[in-house]
């Protein structure tokens, strides 16, 4: 079973940077469909971005594109969020996920319940 940790969120200005990092542990990570979704206060959890078990497909919100860029390193473990100018509206607890059954396209990949396995999440915030 494959678990996972995020760290890299904080506190930034509007306009900064930050990189999310989500390391898995276990031997079948190389087979997930990875994503990023966010959580803002009082509002559903929202995707953000995927990745396909390869890296060779990505999708993204409509909020964040050409912003944010997700990739991963299946010899390290790991998937990145690289966030870009971020914005007010970004502010959220980030939360990475793995999507396990084989191949997938991304459409299925942007969806919530796609996805068997939750990190604990990072709080990101943007202020003005």
């Known amino acids: 079973q494959v678990q996972l940790v995020e760290s890299g969120g904080g506190l930034v200005q509007a306009g900064e940077s930050l990189r999310l990092s989500c390391a898995a542990s276990?031997?079948?990570?190389?087979?997930?469909?990875m994503a990023w979704f966010r959580q803002a206060p009082g509002k559903e959890r929202e995707f953000v971005a995927a990745?396909?078990?390869?890296?060779?497909?990505?999708a993204y919100a409509d909020s964040v594109k050409g912003r944010f860029t997700i990739s991963r390193d299946n010899a390290k473990n790991t998937v990145y969020l690289q966030m870009n100018s971020l914005t007010l509206e970004d502010t959220a607890v980030y939360y990475c996920?793995?999507?396990?059954?084989?191949?997938?396209?991304?459409?299925?990949?942007?969806?919530?319940?796609?996805?068997?396995?939750w990190g604990q999440g990072t709080q990101v915030t943007v202020s003005s």
């Open positions: 990745i396909s078990w390869s890296g060779g497909f990505t």
């Open positions: 996920a793995g999507s396990a059954g084989g191949p997938k396209n991304m459409a299925r990949l942007r969806r919530l319940n796609e996805y068997d396995i």
């Open positions: 276990g031997r079948t990570f190389s087979s997930y469909g």
